[in-house]
């Protein structure tokens, strides 16, 4: 709970303060689609590009852990699915992406349901 407690807080910094990520010379994260349909024509969202090895944290924006990406090369995926396999709800999450135990990028991404 620690740990998600500061991932969090680091993500509210992030989005609040983004030229804390310009500072550190990367590439910010691209989400697509954006907004995720749940139903739609495309099976997970993409961040990239993001640390190869990097760890992709989502939380819900009641600030709980949903899951973690799966992440290949500079691609992190997510199929819209909780750590527990049930389909999310629609609606506003975060995801925070750390490397080496530092957090390097932060955002949002947005899923919908037709």
């Known amino acids: ?12 910094l992030v989005l609040l303060a983004p030229s804390v990520l310009r500072a ?8 697509f ?3 995720f349909n749940l139903t739609g024509q495309y099976s997970t969202v993409k961040i990239q590009p993001v640390p190869a090895g990097a ?6 924006s009641d600030r709980r852990k949903v899951a973690q990406a799966s992440v290949a090369g500079e691609t992190a995926s997510w199929d819209g699915r909780s750590s527990a396999g049930r389909r999310v ?3 506003v999450f975060f995801y925070v992406v750390e490397e080496a135990g530092r957090i ?9 349901q037709d």
């Open 104 to 112: 390097v990028a932060a955002g949002r991404l947005y899923v919908k």
């Open 33 to 35: 689609p954006q907004p």
């Open 24 to 31: 550190q010379d990367r590439a910010h994260p691209r989400v």
């Open 1 to 12: 709970m620690k740990r998600s407690r500061r991932l969090l807080a680091a993500a509210a």
């Open 89 to 91: 709800a629609p609606g």
């Open 55 to 60: 760890r992709v944290t989502l939380f819900s």
